[in-house]
């Protein structure tokens, strides 16, 4: 079945250590999205790659970075993970909308539980 | 600016019985789509349904069914007969049509808590 998968489930990292979350999918989808998710909040955009233009939201933190070195693949990159950090990690993708003013469904994976110690 | 309200922050029911989630939205845009999800424990986001602003029909999926009412801009979801894996936190988002890639609002959530 086409799918987004995430890896790993869950990740312990130490204050300060970087630490690096994955994103595949099999869906050929050309956007991939990268979500934070806290205790009881609703999911918050990070950014997203449309194909290979990455498009940051004015509010994320310089300590986050992403990396999609191809279509399948993206990567979430916390460089000094802070304790505010600690969250779950959503990746999705969807189609391109190829022009028109069309909205396609954003699909989830499974996400990461990041743990910072 | 776009806003989605989820007045319910939770729900409890008893297995059964019929249960309706709110979900209100605020937009400028004359097309624009809406969207639940369901997030069990597991943490992942399971679209169920997603609705254009130029289709008012009212859907139903076994026994899940969705209300949209663009005269109050609302778009409610009614759950039938609730089953204790009915259990999770259910989102209701919305998008603005756009050509590439699509930016979710979303509400804050209600928790669904359905016991045996």
């Known amino acids: 079945d086409a799918m987004v998968i995430q890896n790993p489930r869950y990740q312990v990292t130490q204050f300060g250590k970087p630490v690096t979350l994955s994103c595949s999918q099999t869906?050929?989808?050309?956007?991939m999205y990268w979500y934070q998710q806290k205790s009881s909040q609703a999911p918050k955009l990070l950014f997203h790659?449309?194909?290979?233009?990455?498009?940051n939201e004015a509010d994320t933190p310089d300590n986050f970075q992403s990396r999609r070195p191809n279509t399948s693949f993206c990567f979430l990159d916390i460089r000094s993970p802070g304790l505010g950090d600690a969250a779950m990690y959503l990746c999705a993708t969807s189609r391109d909308s190829e022009g028109a003013p069309y909205t396609d469904t954003q699909y989830f994976g499974p996400g990461t539980r990041l743990t910072v110690l | 600016a776009q806003k989605v309200t989820q007045a319910q922050t939770e729900i409890s029911v008893v297995e059964k019985e019929d249960v309706t989630l709110d979900c209100v939205y605020e937009?400028?845009?004359?097309?624009?789509?809406l969207f639940w999800y369901k997030q069990p424990p597991s943490g992942e986001l399971v679209f169920l349904i997603r609705?254009?602003?130029?289709?008012?029909q009212n859907e139903i999926s076994g026994r899940y069914s969705w209300n949209f009412q663009k005269s109050t801009s609302s778009f409610n979801f009614t759950i039938t007969a609730s089953q204790v894996v009915d259990s999770a936190v259910y989102f209701c988002a919305l998008s603005e049509a756009r050509s590439g890639y699509s930016t979710l609002t979303f509400g804050k959530g209600t928790m669904l808590l359905v016991s045996p």
């Open positions: 790659y449309y194909d290979k233009d990455f498009n």
């Open positions: 869906l050929n989808h050309n956007v």
């Open positions: 937009t400028r845009d004359t097309t624009y789509y």
């Open positions: 609705r254009n602003s130029f289709d008012e």
